[in-house]
């Protein structure tokens, strides 16, 4: 299958900084990725899609202006939690959508896991 | 849009023992795939199965895309089976996966 990867897969950062994260598809360009993220015991919440060369579709409730995506080539999309807060904790997971013959497969990168102290 | 359950919310099994996990959709759906997460946060695509069945060693998978509902089947349970599993959806007419409540399972040496 395709392959997603995602950096870091853990990062600690202070409260009131900025962290990036970034998805990349290794073996197959992306024109579409989605931002998803989970908090403990709980599913998995679509935050936003990310098209390439354009601007991203947030998700109802999702602040854009804290959750900053840009998707400037076929292959990267990032995420960047702008000013992060304890609240902000949580799993992120990014997919990437492929093409088939009977209809879209997504797959997800590994995921970064975000601590906010 | 769209709803998503999944049942049940837990389990816990023996090793060995066989296992159905259902997922049910609110409204009509043009994909649906199957994940496992494992303790570390990573998915595994275990099925894209739209409709019809599919199996693949120990595991199975049924969606019948009328009735709005696919089951995943487990057979001979492993400790290495436990973790969550989902169900996620594209319905129709979007092109965003939704994904279900999940269900934690627990396999016992």
């Known amino acids: 299958g395709a392959v997603v990867s995602q950096h870091p897969s853990r990062v600690i950062c202070k409260s009131g900084t900025s962290v990036k994260i970034e998805c990349r598809s290794l073996?197959?360009?992306?024109?579409?990725m989605f931002w998803y993220r989970q908090f403990p015991k709980q599913s998995l919440m679509l935050m936003a899609t990310?098209?390439?060369?354009?601007?991203?579709?947030?998700e109802q409730g999702v602040e854009k202006d804290k959750f900053l995506i840009n998707h400037a080539s076929l292959t990267l999309s990032t995420l960047t939690v702008t000013s992060a807060h304890p609240e902000d904790s949580s799993f992120y997971i990014c997919?990437?959508?492929?093409?088939?013959?009977?209809?879209?497969?997504?797959?997800f990168g590994e995921g970064s896991w975000l601590t906010v102290v | 849009g769209i709803q998503v359950e999944q049942s049940p919310p837990d389990l816990i099994l023996q090793e060995g023992a066989n296992s159905t996990l259902r997922c049910n959709f609110s409204d009509s759906v043009n994909n649906l795939q199957w994940f496992h997460q494992n303790p570390w946060g990573q998915l595994i695509n275990l099925f894209y199965?739209?409709?019809g069945t599919k199996q693949n060693g120990r595991l199975s998978a049924t969606t019948v895309a009328t009735e709005r509902y696919s089951l995943l089947y487990i057979s001979s349970s492993q400790t290495t089976d436990s973790g969550v599993y989902f169900c996620a959806v594209v319905a129709s007419g979007t092109y965003k996966y939704i994904f279900g409540t999940g269900t934690r399972l627990k396999v016992l040496a």
């Open positions: 990310s098209n390439e060369g354009s601007k991203a579709t947030y």
């Open positions: 199965i739209p409709s």
């Open positions: 073996d197959f360009q992306a024109t579409t």
């Open positions: 997919s990437a959508s492929v093409p088939g013959s009977s209809g879209n497969t997504i797959y």
